[in-house]
């Protein structure tokens, strides 16, 4: 049952927690309850132990409807310090996290914040346990091993399972988010009070990243950011960090749809212009393709303009099936055209079945703080069908961008040049054509050649604001041989990529 804490002094309200008749507060419960936080509010935190693991909870004066319920790991990389838990945002409704510091340096690290996409796959599945977390999946599922080239090297980072229902991140009273707007009042709730409770990196740069639908989600997150910051300025609230928000980073991102959908054609159907065409030019698909695009582009365009439910779904429903069901046909894998699906997997990759059965195993569940009656998806597609219903797959989110970019933030968008999901001339198309400070110095820019530090040539750039030492103020990457989740395909230079990036160091050179 749900019931509230309070603390000795005062009887003030300390949050919900889910206790059960067996929980027992830890020995230190009320050590520490009501402490100040950086930003003049109160930080209410207490212990209490449940199922054999030790939680502290914490929450925050000017976010009285959310906690966190933390734990201490030791799985994935025992070498760092983590923490994983949950972001209870009501006593029916948390999100779940897991948080690793930097290998090198931590203290002076920056902050990065990973969503994946889906709408409704794991960013602990797929970004954590499948491209650059600290650990891959192994064995068939029965173990992790090292990853040499997870971006912890250079950030402290968090993985999020965003929206509800997502990985273990679960509501037990049926209540969903499936708006992007939802989605930012959340994770900037879970930020204040990460960043007020360890408030060692609420000073670092922070970098807030999301792969696929996160191209939707990471705008509207870092908007909504950016708009509470302004905010600050003008009517300081007590309570309430500025967060230091540096860069957005796009990764194989769904962000401007008219754009993208109006290069499919191009992409599957040009040897020139992509690396693995799945189709010849005068195949009968290449002509339907040729065909459909015009109306697809103009009924996203309406969803741009008019922003309602039926017009957006309109978009979806004719686009999604004319234009995005290539791959398939001709027994492609479309996150990657290098290769076919694996047989027998859910989602093309059979590591992300080897994920969800790691994640289930109870050992996992107790060490990372999960009830051992939760159950781990790598992609729920209720929560899928659930944004797709509300319109939000054919918004323009790129249009919340130059704002940022106007004010300092720095923008990154990357591609994998294998991946037919997002495929990267789309990407670099609408990068071409948003309108910012920058604008026409990156329009104006030509490819250049990304080396790493051995000399290989591993991909092209374009950037904006750089001069000759830097990464960029707007900068749009390709990754030679790398799909839709091209760390996986790529992790050296992945990792070569983002540590360039938040170094602000030139990919010119090495």
Partial sequence: MYQQLWNSVGLRFVGFTSLTVQDQPA???????????MSGGFLYQTNVVRDGVDFEIVSHSSFPDYQLRLTQSSLCDATVKQRSGFLDISPSRSLFFWFFESRNDPGNAPLMLWLNGGPGCSSIASGLLFEHGPCFIADEGNSTIRNSHSWNEVVNIIYLDSPI??????????????TLADVAVDV???MQVFLNHFSEYSAAPFHIAGESWGGHYVPTVANYIFQRNKELIYAPRRGILKINLSSVILANGLTEPATQFDSIPHYACDPVAAPYPPLSP???????????RPTCVRMIEACYKYQTKLVCNAATDFCWPSMMTVAPMVNKNPYDLRRSCDEDATVCYIELDWVTKYMNDPQVKKSLGAHEEQVFQTCNMDVNKGFYYQGQAMHNSAALLPELVNNGVRLLAYAGDTDMVCNFIGIERWMERLEHNFHKEFASSRSQLWTMKSGRAVGEFRSAGAGHKHAGNVTFVKIWDGGHMAPHDQPEAALDMITKWV????????
Avoid at 27 to 37: E, G, I, Q, Y
Avoid at 165 to 178: C, E, I, L, N, Y
Avoid at 282 to 292: A, E, H, K, T, V
Avoid at 503 to 510: A, E, R
């Fill in 188 to 190: 900037y709730a879970f």
């Fill in 165 to 178: 229902g997502t990985g273990f991140s679960h509501s037990t009273d049926g209540s969903k988010v499936d």
């Fill in 282 to 292: 005068d195949r009968l698909q290449c002509r339907q393709l040729n065909i459909s």
């Fill in 503 to 510: 170094k602000d160091s030139t990919f010119s050179g090495h």
């Fill in 27 to 37: 020995a230190s419960s009320f050590a520490n309850v009501l402490a100040p936080s």
